[in-house]
Each structure stands twice: as C-alpha cells, then as structure tokens.
C-alpha cells in the first residue's frame, strides 16, 4: 500500500472539520484559512465517500492542487473552478479587472463566491456593473447592503 501524501488546504475563513475513514473518533481538523494537512491518498479515497467530505471538495472549502489526485478521487471538474481567499478576492476586486472578476463570479466555488461578497462588503466596493453580476450570481446586492452596513453606523441623536 502506498503511503504517499497530498497537501489538503482549508480555503474558507474558518475551521474544517471532517472525521477519517474507518477511525471512530479520529478527525482532520484544519483551525483557519491557509491552514494544511498533508494525507495520505489512500485515506482521502476512502473518505471521499464519507457523508459531506465530498461537497468539502466541491464547494472549494478544501483545496487539492495536484491534478492527478483530484482526477483519481473523481474530482477533476473542480480542478477548473476558480478558487481564492478572501486575502485574493480584495486584490482582484482592487485590481478593476472586471473580465477577472466576472470569471470569478461564473466560475468560481461557492466558497469563492462569499469570499468575494464578503471582500466587496469590506473594502465598500461600489461598482455598479459589478454589483449587477453579484446579484445575479450570488444573490446578493453589495452595494445596498453597504449602503445599509453604513446607516447602521451612523450616530443616533438623542432626544432631549
């Protein structure tokens, strides 16, 4: 049996967790983004059929680099989604390069998705254009809840 190992990185701004194959009580744990574990193959094969370890993938909370791993794990159709942290979604949409970004929205993972919404909230992107493919690929208008984020902010007068 082969004991050779592939990274395994947490792409979401919080904790994984997925229990091993066959192992009662025994977990992969990855406690933040960029975090990784390397594992053996031969465990990731069997415990891609665990309930939920598959949508981890798919989702692209779990990132696995290496082609030939994904394409033996049956998750080579994910290898072309885009997949960036929330670190990678403020640089693009700081960049303006809006056939980057739309790509991004089409293309990307869910966990992608909210990591972009979750940049756009934060950095108070207030695009137009770009706000359109955020509702229509997420469901979410950023520019309305920046605009209600701000009302919350804004100091309440005290009556005398």
């Given amino acids: 049996m082969s004991k050779e190992k592939v990274k395994v990185t947490n792409m979401t701004l919080?904790?994984?967790?997925?229990?091993?194959?066959?192992?009662?009580?025994?977990?992969?744990?990855?406690?933040?983004?960029?975090?990784?574990?390397?594992?053996?193959?031969?465990?990731l094969e069997e415990s891609i059929y665990?309930?939920?370890?598959?949508?981890?993938?798919?989702?692209?909370?779990?990132?696995?680099e290496d082609e030939?791993?994904?394409e033996l794990l049956g998750l080579i159709e994910i290898s072309s989604k885009v997949m960036l942290d929330l670190g990678q979604c403020k640089?693009?949409?700081?960049?303006?390069?809006n056939s980057e970004i739309l790509k991004a929205l089409k293309e990307g993972t869910t966990e992608t998705?909210?990591?972009?919404?979750t940049a756009a909230q934060e950095i108070k992107f207030m695009d137009t254009v770009v706000n359109k493919w955020f509702i229509q690929y997420c469901g979410v208008d950023v520019i309305q809840t920046i605009t209600l984020l701000g009302e919350d902010e804004k100091p309440v007068k005290k009556e005398k």
Avoid: D, H, T
């Avoid at 665990?50 to 696995?64: D, H, M, N, S, T």
């Fill in 113 to 117: 998705r909210n990591n972009l919404v």
């Fill in 14 to 43: 919080g904790k994984v967790v997925y229990p091993v194959f066959n192992k009662p009580g025994i977990k992969r744990i990855f406690p933040k983004q960029g975090s990784f574990i390397m594992i053996e193959i031969e465990e």
């Fill in 68 to 70: 030939a791993v994904l």
């Fill in 50 to 64: 665990q309930p939920g370890v598959r949508e981890l993938f798919e989702a692209g909370c779990l990132k696995i």
């Fill in 91 to 97: 640089e693009l949409l700081a960049s303006r390069k």
